[in-house]
């Protein structure tokens, strides 16, 4: 079963950066699509990003496009997600997930299809 380790999270002020990493074992990261949700306080789950296995095509949600980017290094079997211009509203566990089907792009957001999920790791923007 594919394991996802998620790792970066921190306190960082208004305007910081952050940047996430998604390590997985013991399979290689590139068979999958790669999706990166969070979870606020009383809020639902939002898909943030997602990096797709067959082309690299992004996707990103208007909440964070333009200061979020999410990338793929196969050497380190690892996704990332740089967060600049951080916000507070950008506070929040942050997860990322696996997908292994053929629709993954089309439902890059929906966290119904995705197959494996990491543990999470807490972010907060506040000064």
């Known amino acids: 079963q594919l394991q996802l380790v998620e790792s970066g999270g921190g306190l960082v002020q208004p305007g910081g950066s952050l940047r996430l990493s998604c390590a997985a074992s013991?399979?290689?990261?590139?068979?999958?699509?790669i999706g990166w949700f969070r979870q606020a306080p009383g809020k639902e789950r939002e898909g943030v990003s997602a990096?797709?296995?067959?082309?690299?095509?992004?996707y990103y949600s208007d909440s964070v496009k333009g200061r979020f980017t999410i990338s793929r290094d196969n050497a380190k079997n690892t996704v990332y997600l740089q967060m600049n211009s951080l916000k507070p509203e950008d506070t929040a566990i942050y997860y990322c997930?696996?997908?292994?089907?053929?629709?993954?792009?089309?439902?890059?957001?929906?966290?119904?299809?995705?197959?494996?999920w990491g543990q999470g790791t807490r972010v907060t923007v506040s000064s």
């Open positions: 990096i797709i296995h067959d082309d690299g095509s992004t």
């Open positions: 013991p399979f290689p990261l590139d068979y999958y699509s």
């Open positions: 997930a696996a997908c292994e089907g053929y629709y993954c792009a089309g439902l890059w957001y929906a966290g119904s299809v995705y197959n494996y």
